[in-house]
């Protein structure tokens, strides 16, 4: 019985990484290609295609976080120079109290942070500079927090909480705006 077992491991071992190769060698057929490729044959790969936004100023210090996290994602080089695309971002910031103590204390918060961004493509006619709504989309994140006693650690606990929400859209804003230069470029 164990000299079974044994010849029954091995061999489902190697049916395994047959089938692991196989559905790797399927991958590059079913027309998969990487959403951040360098090697386009256009010319045009999608990270060339952030390097051209420019994201216009956000209101409030959450505001703030969410123009440089973008800046650090989309353009890491810095602002460009001539720009093709626009960025406009309008963020929304509101804060639901849900653990509360029988002392009617409340112990525990969800920040709930919307950005609904619209990217419009720059174009000059005669002299005029017009933007031509490209995408509009709204991306949300909810970020947990505790809400101790004490005023300063309620406070950095919060902005601990912004930190991590904007962190979370800045990454799904650039994700969804790969995806559409990606659909675009093909």
Do not use: W
Request: hydrophobic share 40%.
């Amino acid at each position: 019985m164990l000299l079974f077992r044994c010849q029954f491991s091995s061999g489902l071992k190697l049916f395994f990484t047959a089938l692991i190769l196989v559905m790797i060698s399927l991958l590059g057929a079913c027309g998969y290609t990487p959403l951040y490729d360098q090697r386009a044959s256009t010319g045009h790969s999608v990270n060339k295609q952030l390097e051209l936004i420019q994201i216009e100023p956000i209101q409030d210090r959450i505001g703030h976080l969410l123009h440089n996290n973008l800046l650090m994602r989309i353009n890491p080089r810095g602002e460009p120079a001539n720009p093709l695309y626009t960025l406009h971002v309008i963020l929304e910031e509101n804060s639901t109290n849900l653990g509360v103590k029988k002392s009617a204390v409340v112990t525990r918060g969800n920040l709930r942070v919307s950005a609904t961004f619209t990217l419009s493509k720059i174009t000059d006619v005669n002299a005029i500079i017009k933007t031509d709504i490209l995408t509009t989309a709204t991306v949300t994140s909810i970020s947990s927090y505790d809400i101790p006693q004490a005023q300063y650690t309620a406070l950095t606990a919060l902005k601990d909480a912004q930190t991590r929400a904007i962190k979370e859209i800045s990454d799904n804003i650039r994700t969804r705006l790969g995806i559409y230069f990606h659909q675009s470029l093909n």
